[in-house]
Protein backbone atom coordinates (compact mmCIF):
# COMPACT_ATOMS: atom_id res chain seq x y z
CA UNK A 1 0.00 0.00 0.00
CA UNK A 2 1.46 3.83 -1.13
CA UNK A 3 0.22 5.38 1.57
CA UNK A 4 1.86 8.81 2.10
CA UNK A 5 1.03 10.92 5.23
CA UNK A 6 2.46 14.35 4.49
CA UNK A 7 2.76 17.44 6.57
CA UNK A 8 0.82 20.65 5.53
CA UNK A 9 2.47 24.09 5.09
CA UNK A 10 2.17 25.81 2.24
CA UNK A 11 -0.77 27.95 0.49
CA UNK A 12 -1.40 25.62 -1.80
CA UNK A 13 -1.16 22.51 0.29
CA UNK A 14 -3.85 24.65 2.73
CA UNK A 15 -6.44 25.33 -0.30
CA UNK A 16 -6.56 21.62 -1.37
CA UNK A 17 -6.82 20.44 1.71
CA UNK A 18 -9.83 22.91 2.73
CA UNK A 19 -11.28 21.64 -0.86
CA UNK A 20 -10.95 17.91 0.48
CA UNK A 21 -12.83 19.20 3.77
CA UNK A 22 -15.67 20.77 2.26
CA UNK A 23 -16.23 17.68 0.05
CA UNK A 24 -16.02 15.05 2.68
CA UNK A 25 -18.11 17.21 5.31
CA UNK A 26 -21.16 17.85 3.16
CA UNK A 27 -20.54 13.56 2.06
CA UNK A 28 -20.47 12.42 5.57
CA UNK A 29 -22.18 15.08 8.11
CA UNK A 30 -25.52 14.99 6.25
CA UNK A 31 -27.36 12.40 7.74
CA UNK A 32 -25.99 13.69 11.46
CA UNK A 33 -26.38 17.50 11.36
CA UNK A 34 -28.19 20.04 9.07
CA UNK A 35 -26.18 21.16 5.54
CA UNK A 36 -26.82 24.59 7.82
CA UNK A 37 -24.81 23.87 10.38
CA UNK A 38 -22.59 21.51 7.89
CA UNK A 39 -21.49 24.53 6.17
CA UNK A 40 -21.11 26.91 8.84
CA UNK A 41 -18.32 24.58 10.56
CA UNK A 42 -16.41 24.42 7.42
CA UNK A 43 -16.42 28.25 7.18
CA UNK A 44 -15.27 28.67 10.88
CA UNK A 45 -12.67 25.34 10.95
CA UNK A 46 -11.99 24.13 8.03
CA UNK A 47 -11.99 26.96 5.27
CA UNK A 48 -8.39 28.34 4.17
CA UNK A 49 -8.36 30.89 6.48
CA UNK A 50 -8.96 28.98 9.70
CA UNK A 51 -6.82 26.37 8.61
CA UNK A 52 -3.93 28.68 7.89
CA UNK A 53 -4.82 30.62 11.36
CA UNK A 54 -4.82 27.42 13.46
CA UNK A 55 -1.35 25.97 11.46
CA UNK A 56 0.22 29.66 12.08
CA UNK A 57 -1.44 30.43 15.56
CA UNK A 58 -3.11 28.14 17.24
CA UNK A 59 -0.26 24.96 16.88
CA UNK A 60 -2.33 22.85 14.74
CA UNK A 61 -0.66 20.33 12.56
CA UNK A 62 -2.53 19.51 9.52
CA UNK A 63 -1.83 16.14 7.28
CA UNK A 64 -2.66 15.00 4.05
CA UNK A 65 -3.21 11.39 3.81
CA UNK A 66 -2.71 10.36 0.13
CA UNK A 67 -2.38 6.71 -2.39
CA UNK A 68 -0.69 6.70 -5.48
CA UNK A 69 -0.77 11.15 -5.45
CA UNK A 70 -4.81 11.11 -4.72
CA UNK A 71 -5.88 12.72 -1.82
CA UNK A 72 -7.59 10.56 0.46
CA UNK A 73 -8.27 12.18 3.85
CA UNK A 74 -6.51 14.66 6.14
CA UNK A 75 -6.19 14.44 10.06
CA UNK A 76 -5.31 17.58 12.28
CA UNK A 77 -3.49 17.28 15.52
CA UNK A 78 -2.35 19.82 18.47
CA UNK A 79 0.45 18.94 21.14
CA UNK A 80 -1.48 19.57 24.05
CA UNK A 81 0.49 19.01 27.55
CA UNK A 82 1.56 15.35 27.17
CA UNK A 83 -1.40 14.50 25.28
CA UNK A 84 -2.28 14.67 21.59
CA UNK A 85 -5.69 16.46 20.72
CA UNK A 86 -6.79 14.56 17.33
CA UNK A 87 -9.01 17.24 15.95
CA UNK A 88 -9.96 16.15 12.93
CA UNK A 89 -9.66 12.87 11.13
CA UNK A 90 -11.53 12.23 7.77
CA UNK A 91 -11.15 9.89 5.13
CA UNK A 92 -13.34 10.76 1.58
CA UNK A 93 -16.10 7.98 1.17
CA UNK A 94 -14.53 5.70 -1.78
CA UNK A 95 -11.59 4.98 0.37
CA UNK A 96 -12.80 4.23 3.59
CA UNK A 97 -12.85 0.63 4.77
CA UNK A 98 -9.48 -0.02 2.98
CA UNK A 99 -6.69 0.55 5.99
CA UNK A 100 -5.98 4.05 5.48
CA UNK A 101 -7.26 5.06 8.47
CA UNK A 102 -5.53 2.45 10.56
CA UNK A 103 -2.30 3.32 9.22
CA UNK A 104 -2.99 6.93 9.90
CA UNK A 105 -3.44 6.31 13.98
CA UNK A 106 -0.40 4.17 13.48
CA UNK A 107 1.41 6.97 12.54
CA UNK A 108 0.02 9.38 15.28
CA UNK A 109 0.79 6.72 17.97
CA UNK A 110 4.36 6.59 16.54
CA UNK A 111 4.19 10.52 16.67
CA UNK A 112 2.98 10.10 20.12
CA UNK A 113 5.67 7.70 21.24
CA UNK A 114 8.69 10.20 19.47
CA UNK A 115 7.24 12.81 21.74
CA UNK A 116 6.76 11.18 25.00
CA UNK A 117 2.98 11.48 25.26
CA UNK A 118 0.80 9.56 27.06
CA UNK A 119 -2.58 9.48 25.33
CA UNK A 120 -4.64 10.63 21.96
CA UNK A 121 -7.99 12.43 22.87
CA UNK A 122 -10.59 13.91 20.82
CA UNK A 123 -14.16 14.06 20.49
CA UNK A 124 -16.84 12.93 17.75
CA UNK A 125 -20.30 13.44 17.56
CA UNK A 126 -22.46 10.98 19.98
CA UNK A 127 -24.27 10.22 16.98
CA UNK A 128 -21.53 9.37 14.78
CA UNK A 129 -21.77 5.52 15.81
CA UNK A 130 -19.11 4.12 13.07
CA UNK A 131 -16.53 6.43 13.92
CA UNK A 132 -17.15 5.52 17.62
CA UNK A 133 -17.16 1.69 16.81
CA UNK A 134 -13.82 2.40 14.90
CA UNK A 135 -12.33 4.53 17.77
CA UNK A 136 -13.37 1.68 20.14
CA UNK A 137 -11.90 -1.03 17.86
CA UNK A 138 -8.56 0.66 18.27
CA UNK A 139 -8.53 1.14 22.08
CA UNK A 140 -10.18 4.33 22.31
CA UNK A 141 -12.39 4.64 25.49
CA UNK A 142 -15.07 6.87 26.09
CA UNK A 143 -14.37 9.09 28.81
CA UNK A 144 -16.93 11.65 29.25
CA UNK A 145 -19.96 13.73 27.30
CA UNK A 146 -19.69 16.98 26.58
CA UNK A 147 -21.79 19.66 24.81
CA UNK A 148 -20.01 22.85 23.32
CA UNK A 149 -21.77 26.08 21.70
CA UNK A 150 -20.05 26.97 18.93
CA UNK A 151 -21.96 29.54 17.91
CA UNK A 152 -24.85 30.63 15.19
CA UNK A 153 -27.17 28.82 17.43
CA UNK A 154 -25.32 25.18 16.93
CA UNK A 155 -24.15 22.96 19.80
CA UNK A 156 -21.86 19.72 19.32
CA UNK A 157 -23.02 17.11 21.29
CA UNK A 158 -19.81 15.02 21.15
CA UNK A 159 -18.03 12.07 23.43
CA UNK A 160 -14.64 12.49 24.31
CA UNK A 161 -12.25 9.69 23.37
CA UNK A 162 -9.34 8.93 24.29
CA UNK A 163 -6.56 6.01 24.28
CA UNK A 164 -3.75 6.04 26.73
CA UNK A 165 0.24 4.95 25.70
CA UNK A 166 2.60 3.08 28.17
CA UNK A 167 6.01 4.03 27.58
CA UNK A 168 8.89 1.50 27.90
CA UNK A 169 11.49 3.54 29.34
Known amino acids: MNLKISLVNTAEEIAELARLAAEIWREYYVSIITMEQIDYMIEKFQSVSAMTDQIHHQGYEYYLISHDGFAVGYMS ?93
Request: aromatic share 12%.
Open 77 to 169: VRQEEQKLFLSKFYIKKEYRGRGYASRALAFLEQLCIERNLSHIWLTVNRHNESSIAVYQKKGFQIVREEAADIGNGFIMDDYIMEKEFIHAD
